[in-house]
């Protein structure tokens, strides 16, 4: 059995009963996440940017656990040069891990770590598709709206897309529900709201308008899973 579970922002874990696949980690300093840094034990943990509020505690928890951080190439190295096992890739690669499979999507984004006053920047910003037990899962990352997300759709039968809502600085609700069109996956989640009052928003009319296309989602609260 596959679970998704929502830790508020963009930081999901997916797992079965042999991985847990961790997605963008910012959990310290996150003032909706419900785990603790030091209490979670992935598999590995893909990280679509290099941003605190994506990065977040990725490599220290890497070096922790041991577990291999898959990302752009360029964020990849910077993780590597801090102590971390990683994998690099690049958009539009994909690769065969022994838990499945992952294909770096496009995402319209920055990616670069804030070390002082200093902008490393790390390449590009992804998304990803994750192929797991027989399931398809599209994490968008951080991204405004891009057409090619009907691509996206078309090359997968998406069992569930996790979606940005939160405006500002990523797609705001209208767009993701464009984007919802565009990748008909069976289930979509709102992710990346309400973190900061910046990116507040109503997640729950995000569904409601969901359901008016003939389209599913799901708003998880903080520590809420669902099976896929
Ligand atoms: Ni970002
Ligand atoms: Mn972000």
């Known amino acids: 059995m596959l679970k998704l579970t929502y830790h508020s922002h963009a930081c999901f874990s997916l797992t079965n009963s042999t991985y847990h696949i961790l997605f963008d980690p910012f959990i310290t300093g996150n003032p909706l996440c419900e785990i603790q840094a030091a209490d979670v034990n992935p598999t590995h943990i893909l990280v679509t940017h290099g941003h605190g509020d994506h990065l977040g505690d990725a490599v220290d928890i890497a070096k922790r ?9 360029e964020l990849a190295i910077y993780c590597q040069f801090k102590g971390a096992k990683v994998h690099p890739m690049h958009i539009g690669g ?16 920055g990616s670069a770590v804030i070390d002082g ?17 027989n399931k398809q899962i599209y994490h968008a990352g951080d991204t405004g709206l ?3 997300m009907k691509l996206i759709g078309e090359m997968f039968d998406l069992d569930c897309a996790l979606l940005p809502i939160g ?6 609700p209208e767009d993701a529900l464009i984007a919802a069109k565009m990748l008909q996956a069976k289930l979509n989640v709102p992710m ?3 973190t900061f009052p910046v990116i507040e928003q109503d997640p729950n009319k995000f ?11 799901k708003v998880l609260e903080p520590g809420e899973s669902v099976d896929l």
């Open 65 to 73: 656990t041991g577990a291999v951080i898959i990302a752009p190439n």
């Open 94 to 109: 994909a690769y065969n891990f022994e838990f499945g499979k992952v294909k770096l999507t496009p995402a319209w984004h």
């Open 117 to 133: 006053e200093n902008i490393i920047y790390t390449g590009n910003p992804c998304g990803f598709v994750v192929e797991m037990d």
């Open 146 to 148: 891009f057409g090619d």
């Open 167 to 172: 405006d500002n600085f990523v797609m705001g």
């Open 192 to 194: 990346h709201y309400n």
């Open 207 to 217: 569904v409601d308008n969901l359901r008016k296309n003939s389209l599913k989602g």
